[in-house]
C-alpha cells in the first residue's frame, strides 16, 4: 500500500480563497436532531432527511432545499407516507440514514428507513431489549419518491424488524445493496422482483456506507477494516484482503467505511473510515484483483491517544468533488490545538478541507459554525454538489439541525450536480 | 500408529511444554486501554499496586512509580475497556484506591485525593466517550508521614495507616478531615484488611494486628511470621487468612485460635483471595508465579500453573501484587510487571452430585 507523506493532521494550509456558508434549520421539525441523510437527488436538487431519534413517537421529515427561494420544503412525513404511525407504539420509522439514493433514468429518489427513534412514551429503545416485544420496529422501507411529481410512488419493507444503515443502488442491474442495523447482514434487493435475498452477517460494528466500483461490484468494510466485496454476477461476498488504514496505537477494529465518493471519472473512490483520526483513502478497483489501496492521511488534528475518542467528537464526513475537480470534505475541529481538556463539550468546528484527489495536499476553504448561541457545527454526515455546483453538508448536532451550504461561485448551467453519487 | 516410546516422549514433552500452565479455568489479561481504540498506559507506569472492586462493579486501581495512574475498568454487560483516569497528584507511592459513594479516594505520599467515579458510556460500539475528569481540587493529607494503605470502612470513611500512625478520615468533598489517629506500633507490611468490625495489619514484627472501629481497641497475635515477609491478608468463614513466604495461615478471631492452612512450594506469597464458593487463590513465587488453590475443608493444596492468556490478549503473567474477586465470583488480579495488564481469571466450576 503506497502511503503519502502528508502533512501532520494539524499542518492543514489555511487558504486565502474562502466560501461563504450559511446555515439552514430544520425550524418546521423542531425535534430534528441529525440531517444524516444528504444527497443529491436526480433532478440535481438537494434532498435532507430531518431525522427525530432522541424524542419518542416522531418521524423523519423528508425535505429539499429550493434554490429558487434559498429555504427549505417539507415533503414527506415518513410516517405517513409508509402507513406506519410515529404513535403506533412501535419504534418509529425515525430517520433515512446514508439511505437516499437517485435514480437518473425516471425521477426517482429511493430511500430507506433506519430504526432507534422511541415508541410514544418510552424514554428510549434498544433493538435489542425490543427484539421480541410488540414495540420492535416494524423494519426498514424501500421508498421511492418521485421528484418531478413530489410525491411517493410506492414503498416495501426491505428489512422487516431491523433497520438499514446504508443504501447504494445498481442502476444497471436494478439491484440496492444494504446493510442491516443491529444484525449487520447485507441485503440485496432486487427491484424487478421486489425481493430481498440476505446473503449473511457481516460482524457488529456495521458500515457506514456502500459503494459501487466501476465493475459494479459493491464494496464495503467489515469490523476489522477489511474490504469486503460483492459481486452479483456470483452473487458471493468476498474479504478482500485490503485493510483500511488507521493510527498506531488503533488495531484496525471499527475502522469500517463512514462515506465514500467516486471521483467525476469514476476511476478511483475516495473513502474515509469510522473511527477517531480517521484517514483518507484513495481506492482503485480492477477487474481482476482486489483493487489498489492509498494511505492519503489522517485528517484530524492530534490528540492525546490515551483517550478512546468519540467519533462524534473526532470526526470526518460530507465527502464530495467540486465543479472544479476538488474533493470537499469536513473534518471536526477544536477550537483550541492541542492539548485540550478531555470533556464531552469541546468547542469545535467543522472544518471544510479542499483536497487535491492526486497529491493529497490539502487545505481549509471554510469554517462551518452554528449561528451562535447554537452549538458546534463539528459534525457533518454527508456532502453533496448541487444543479449550480453548490456543496451542501449534513449536519448532527444541537435541535433543530438542518444543513450547510457552500456558495462555490460556479458557472451558470443546470447540471452542474453531475454525475450523481448513487449510494448513501 | 505411533510407537510406545514416542507416544511416551509426546506425553513428557507434553508435561514440561504445556502443563506448566494453567490446567484450569481460564484467564484473561485485559490490556489497560480501550482496546482497538486507545493506547495503553506507558509500560513503566502500568504496574499495579492496589485495586478494588467499587459498589458499582467498576474495578479501579493505581500503579506504581514517578508517575502514578489512577485507571477504572468496566467488564459488565456491554462494557469492556479499561482507562486512564489520570495522572495522580503530588509525589511518592500511590498505595491504595479506596471506594466511596460517589468518588473513588487515593492515597499518595501523606496525601488522599478524590476522584468522580466513572459513568458507564452511552455505548461502546459507537460513538463512545469516556469523560476523564481531572481530580478533586481539594485533598486531605495525614501528618504522620507516607500512607501504607487504607480501606474503605463505609460511605466516605476510610482506615488508613503510615509507619506510626493508624488513621480514620471522612473523605465527604470540602467536609473531608481525620476522624480519629491512633499510634500504630512496628509499621506494617503488605496490605490492611477490611474486617467484620474493624481492620487488620501485619506489622514488621509479624505480628498480626486487629482493630475494632467500634470500641477502637486494638489486638495483637502473634503468629509466627517472619517480619520481612510481606503478607496478604483476605477472609474466609469468619477466619482472617495470612499469607506470607510461603505459608497460609488461618486465624479465627472469635476464639484467637490459629493454625496453618497451606505451605505452598514456592514463596513469596503475592497474592491472596477468598472465592465466593470457599476456595483460596493465591499466586506465590518470585520470577515466575505460579497460582496455588487450597481447599479450606480439606487443606488440600494445588497448583495450578503459570498464568496465560490465550484468549484476548496473548499474555503470559509472572508477577502480581493484588487480588481481589469479582461481582461475578472471577478473580481479578492486578499485575505488577512492565506493560502490566488487569487480569481475570475464571475458575473451572466443578461438577457437582447435581450435575
Same mark, same amino acid.
Given at each position: 500500500?503506497?502511503?503519502?507523506?502528508?502533512?501532520?493532521?494539524?499542518?492543514?494550509?489555511?487558504?486565502?480563497?474562502?466560501?461563504?456558508?450559511?446555515?439552514?434549520?430544520?425550524?418546521?421539525?423542531?425535534?430534528?436532531?441529525?440531517?444524516?441523510?444528504?444527497?443529491?437527488?436526480?433532478?440535481?436538487?438537494?434532498?435532507?432527511?430531518?431525522?427525530?431519534?432522541?424524542?419518542?413517537?416522531?418521524?423523519?421529515?423528508?425535505?429539499?432545499?429550493?434554490?429558487?427561494?434559498?429555504?427549505?420544503?417539507?415533503?414527506?412525513?415518513?410516517?405517513?407516507?409508509?402507513?406506519?404511525?410515529?404513535?403506533?407504539?412501535?419504534?418509529?420509522?425515525?430517520?433515512?440514514?446514508?439511505?437516499?439514493?437517485?435514480?437518473?433514468?425516471?425521477?426517482?429518489?429511493?430511500?430507506?428507513?433506519?430504526?432507534?427513534?422511541?415508541?410514544?412514551?418510552?424514554?428510549?429503545?434498544?433493538?435489542?431489549?425490543?427484539?421480541?416485544?410488540?414495540?420492535?420496529?416494524?423494519?426498514?422501507?424501500?421508498?421511492?419518491?418521485?421528484?418531478?411529481?413530489?410525491?411517493?410512488?410506492?414503498?416495501?419493507? $426491505?428489512?422487516?424488524?431491523?433497520?438499514?444503515?446504508?443504501?447504494?443502488?445498481?442502476?444497471?442491474?436494478?439491484?440496492?445493496?444494504?446493510?442491516?442495523?443491529?444484525?449487520?447482514?447485507?441485503?440485496?434487493?432486487?427491484?424487478?422482483?421486489?425481493?430481498?435475498?440476505?446473503?449473511?452477517?457481516?460482524?457488529?460494528?456495521?458500515?457506514?456506507?456502500?459503494?459501487?466500483?466501476?465493475?459494479?461490484?459493491?464494496?464495503?468494510?467489515?469490523?476489522?477494516?477489511?474490504?469486503?466485496?460483492?459481486?452479483?454476477?456470483?452473487?458471493?461476498?468476498?474479504?478482500?484482503?485490503?485493510?483500511?488504514?488507521?493510527?498506531?496505537?488503533?488495531?484496525?477494529?471499527?475502522?469500517?467505511?463512514?462515506?465514500?465518493?467516486?471521483?467525476?471519472?469514476?476511476?478511483?473512490?475516495?473513502?474515509?473510515?469510522?473511527?477517531?483520526?480517521?484517514?483518507?483513502?484513495?481506492?482503485?478497483?480492477?477487474?481482476?484483483?482486489?483493487?489498489?489501496?492509498?494511505?492519503?492521511?489522517?485528517?484530524?488534528?492530534?490528540?492525546?491517544?490515551?483517550?478512546?475518542?468519540?467519533?462524534?467528537?473526532?470526526?470526518?464526513?460530507?465527502?464530495?468533488?467540486?465543479?472544479?475537480? $476538488?474533493?470537499?470534505?469536513?473534518?471536526?475541529?477544536?477550537?483550541?490545538?492541542?492539548?485540550?481538556?478531555?470533556?464531552?463539550?469541546?468547542?469545535?468546528?467543522?472544518?471544510?478541507?479542499?483536497?487535491?484527489?492526486?497529491?493529497?495536499?490539502?487545505?481549509?476553504?471554510?469554517?462551518?459554525?452554528?449561528?451562535?448561541?447554537?452549538?458546534?457545527?463539528?459534525?457533518?454526515?454527508?456532502?453533496?454538489?448541487?444543479?449550480?455546483?453548490?456543496?451542501?453538508?449534513?449536519?448532527?448536532?444541537?435541535?433543530?439541525?438542518?444543513?450547510?451550504?457552500?456558495?462555490?461561485?460556479?458557472?451558470?448551467?443546470?447540471?452542474?450536480?453531475?454525475?450523481?453519487?448513487?449510494?448513501? | 500408529?505411533?510407537?510406545?516410546?514416542?507416544?511416551?516422549?509426546?506425553?513428557?514433552? +507434553?508435561?514440561?511444554?504445556?502443563?506448566?500452565?494453567?490446567?484450569?479455568?481460564?484467564?484473561?489479561?485485559?490490556?489497560?486501554?480501550?482496546?482497538?481504540? *486507545?493506547?495503553?498506559?506507558?509500560?513503566?507506569?502500568?504496574?499495579?499496586?492496589?485495586?478494588?472492586?467499587? *459498589?458499582?462493579? !467498576?474495578?479501579?486501581?493505581?500503579?506504581?512509580?514517578?508517575?502514578?495512574?489512577?485507571?477504572?475498568?468496566?467488564?459488565?454487560?456491554?462494557?469492556?475497556?479499561?482507562?486512564?483516569?489520570?495522572?495522580?497528584?503530588?509525589?511518592?507511592?500511590?498505595?491504595?484506591?479506596?471506594?466511596?459513594?460517589?468518588?473513588?479516594?487515593?492515597?499518595?505520599? +501523606?496525601?488522599?485525593?478524590?476522584?468522580?467515579?466513572?459513568?458507564?458510556?452511552?455505548?461502546?460500539?459507537?460513538?463512545? @466517550?469516556?469523560?476523564?475528569?481531572? @481530580?478533586?481540587?481539594?485533598?486531605?493529607?495525614?501528618?504522620?508521614?507516607?500512607?501504607?494503605?487504607?480501606?474503605?470502612?463505609?460511605?466516605?470513611?476510610?482506615? #488508613?495507616?503510615?509507619? !506510626?500512625?493508624?488513621?480514620?478520615?471522612?473523605? !465527604?468533598?470540602?467536609?473531608?478531615?481525620?476522624?480519629?489517629?491512633?499510634?500504630?506500633?512496628?509499621?506494617? &507490611?503488605?496490605?490492611?484488611?477490611?474486617?467484620?468490625?474493624?481492620?487488620?495489619?501485619?506489622?514488621?514484627?509479624?505480628?498480626?494486628?486487629?482493630? *475494632?472501629?467500634?470500641?477502637?481497641?486494638?489486638?495483637?497475635?502473634?503468629? #509466627?511470621?517472619?517480619?520481612?515477609?510481606?503478607?496478604?491478608?483476605?477472609? +474466609?468463614?469468619?477466619?482472617?487468612?495470612? #499469607?506470607?513466604?510461603?505459608?497460609?495461615? &488461618?486465624?479465627?478471631?472469635?476464639?484467637?485460635?490459629?493454625?496453618?492452612?497451606?505451605?505452598?512450594?514456592?514463596?513469596?506469597?503475592?497474592?491472596?483471595?477468598?472465592?465466593?464458593?470457599?476456595?483460596?487463590?493465591?499466586?506465590?513465587?518470585?520470577?515466575?508465579?505460579?497460582?496455588?488453590?487450597?481447599?479450606?475443608?480439606?487443606?488440600?493444596?494445588?497448583?495450578?500453573?503459570?498464568?496465560?492468556?490465550?484468549?484476548?490478549?496473548?499474555?503470559?503473567?509472572?508477577?502480581?501484587?493484588? &487480588?481481589?474477586?469479582? *461481582?461475578?465470583?472471577?478473580?481479578?488480579?492486578?499485575?505488577?510487571?512492565?506493560?502490566?495488564?488487569?487480569?481475570?481469571?475464571?475458575?473451572?466450576?466443578?461438577?457437582?452430585?447435581?450435575?
Amino acid at each position: 500500500m503506497q502511503t503519502f507523506k502528508t502533512d501532520k493532521a494539524m499542518s492543514v494550509v489555511m487558504e486565502n480563497r474562502k466560501y461563504d456558508t450559511a446555515f439552514y434549520r430544520f425550524n418546521k421539525w423542531p425535534d430534528s436532531d441529525a440531517c444524516w441523510s444528504l444527497s443529491t437527488g436526480p433532478d440535481g436538487r438537494i434532498y435532507a432527511a430531518a431525522c427525530v431519534e432522541i424524542t419518542p413517537g416522531s418521524t423523519v421529515y423528508l425535505t429539499r432545499y429550493n434554490d429558487q427561494t434559498n429555504s427549505i420544503d417539507y415533503l414527506l412525513e415518513m410516517d405517513k407516507a409508509l402507513g406506519d404511525p410515529r404513535d403506533s407504539g412501535r419504534a418509529t420509522q425515525c430517520k433515512i440514514h446514508y439511505s437516499f439514493v437517485p435514480d437518473s433514468r425516471n425521477g426517482i429518489l429511493y430511500m430507506a428507513t433506519h430504526l432507534s427513534g422511541p415508541p410514544k412514551g418510552r424514554a428510549s429503545f434498544s433493538p435489542w431489549h425490543s427484539w421480541y416485544g410488540n414495540e420492535m420496529f416494524r423494519g426498514s422501507v424501500l421508498l421511492a419518491y418521485d421528484t418531478s411529481a413530489d410525491k411517493a410512488l410506492w414503498h416495501d419493507l $426491505m428489512i422487516p424488524k431491523q433497520g438499514c444503515r446504508c443504501l447504494c443502488f445498481d442502476q444497471k442491474h436494478d439491484l440496492f445493496y444494504a446493510l442491516s442495523y443491529p444484525l449487520d447482514h447485507f441485503i440485496v434487493y432486487d427491484l424487478a422482483t421486489r425481493e430481498s435475498y440476505d446473503m449473511g452477517r457481516i460482524g457488529s460494528v456495521n458500515c457506514q456506507a456502500i459503494f459501487l466500483d466501476r465493475f459494479n461490484r459493491a464494496v464495503f468494510a467489515d469490523d476489522q477494516g477489511y474490504l469486503v466485496r460483492y459481486d452479483h454476477t456470483n452473487r458471493k461476498l468476498e474479504r478482500l484482503f485490503l485493510r483500511l488504514p488507521h493510527e498506531h496505537f488503533q488495531t484496525g477494529w471499527h475502522s469500517v467505511l463512514y462515506d465514500a465518493v467516486a471521483s467525476p471519472d469514476n476511476e478511483r473512490v475516495y473513502f474515509i473510515t469510522w473511527i477517531a483520526d480517521s484517514h483518507l483513502i484513495r481506492y482503485t478497483p480492477q477487474e481482476k484483483g482486489p483493487g489498489i489501496l492509498e494511505d492519503m492521511g489522517r485528517l484530524t488534528q492530534e490528540r492525546d491517544p490515551t483517550v478512546p475518542m468519540s467519533t462524534y467528537q473526532n470526526h470526518c464526513g460530507g465527502l464530495v468533488f467540486g465543479n472544479d475537480g $476538488m474533493l470537499y470534505m469536513v473534518a471536526a475541529k477544536w477550537e483550541r490545538d492541542f492539548p485540550v481538556p478531555l470533556t464531552r463539550d469541546i468547542p469545535a468546528y467543522g472544518s471544510v478541507l479542499r483536497i487535491d484527489p492526486e497529491t493529497g495536499s490539502r487545505s481549509e476553504v471554510a469554517k462551518l459554525r452554528r449561528p451562535s448561541p447554537e452549538g458546534s457545527g463539528h459534525y457533518v454526515s454527508r456532502g453533496a454538489r448541487d444543479r449550480n455546483g453548490d456543496i451542501f453538508f449534513g449536519h448532527v448536532g444541537t435541535v433543530p439541525v438542518g444543513f450547510f451550504k457552500m456558495k462555490m461561485n460556479v458557472e451558470e448551467g443546470r447540471d452542474n450536480h453531475l454525475p450523481l453519487r448513487i449510494w448513501g | 500408529m505411533a510407537s510406545d516410546k514416542t507416544k511416551d516422549y509426546i506425553a513428557k514433552y +507434553s508435561e514440561i511444554q504445556r502443563k506448566t500452565f494453567l490446567q484450569e479455568g481460564y484467564a484473561l489479561a485485559l490490556p489497560m486501554c480501550f482496546p482497538g481504540d *486507545s493506547v495503553s498506559i506507558d509500560p513503566d507506569e502500568s504496574r499495579i499496586n492496589d485495586l478494588i472492586l467499587a *459498589s458499582d462493579n !467498576s474495578i479501579y486501581g493505581v500503579t506504581d512509580g514517578e508517575k502514578a495512574h489512577l485507571f477504572g475498568a468496566m467488564t459488565r454487560d456491554v462494557t469492556g475497556f479499561v482507562f486512564d483516569m489520570g495522572l495522580i497528584p503530588g509525589k511518592g507511592t500511590a498505595t491504595a484506591v479506596v471506594d466511596g459513594i460517589k468518588d473513588v479516594f487515593v492515597c499518595r505520599g +501523606s496525601a488522599i485525593y478524590r476522584h468522580e467515579k466513572l459513568m458507564p458510556p452511552f455505548d461502546c460500539l459507537q460513538e463512545w @466517550f469516556i469523560d476523564r475528569a481531572p @481530580f478533586a481540587d481539594d485533598c486531605l493529607s495525614v501528618d504522620s508521614g507516607s500512607i501504607l494503605h487504607a480501606v474503605g470502612i463505609e460511605g466516605n470513611v476510610l482506615a #488508613g495507616i503510615t509507619a !506510626s500512625e493508624l488513621f480514620i478520615a471522612d473523605m !465527604s468533598g470540602k467536609k473531608s478531615r481525620i476522624l480519629y489517629t491512633d499510634k500504630l506500633d512496628s509499621g506494617n &507490611s503488605g496490605h490492611l484488611l477490611k474486617t467484620e468490625d474493624g481492620i487488620a495489619g501485619v506489622n514488621k514484627k509479624g505480628v498480626l494486628w486487629t482493630f *475494632s472501629i467500634g470500641n477502637k481497641k486494638f489486638e495483637k497475635n502473634d503468629l #509466627g511470621l517472619k517480619g520481612e515477609e510481606r503478607a496478604c491478608l483476605c477472609v +474466609s468463614g469468619g477466619r482472617i487468612l495470612i #499469607g506470607a513466604g510461603n505459608r497460609i495461615i &488461618s486465624f479465627d478471631p472469635r476464639n484467637r485460635t490459629s493454625g496453618l492452612l497451606a505451605e505452598l512450594p514456592l514463596a513469596p506469597l503475592t497474592t491472596l483471595a477468598a472465592m465466593s464458593d470457599g476456595r483460596i487463590c493465591a499466586t506465590s513465587g518470585k520470577e515466575i508465579e505460579h497460582l496455588f488453590e487450597v481447599d479450606v475443608p480439606t487443606a488440600i493444596m494445588r497448583d495450578l500453573g503459570v498464568f496465560v492468556s490465550v484468549l484476548a490478549a496473548r499474555r503470559y503473567g509472572y508477577n502480581f501484587r493484588t &487480588s481481589l474477586v469479582g *461481582s461475578q465470583g472471577e478473580l481479578i488480579l492486578g499485575e505488577y510487571d512492565r506493560g502490566a495488564h488487569l487480569w481475570l481469571y475464571f475458575p473451572k466450576i466443578r461438577k457437582t452430585e447435581k450435575g
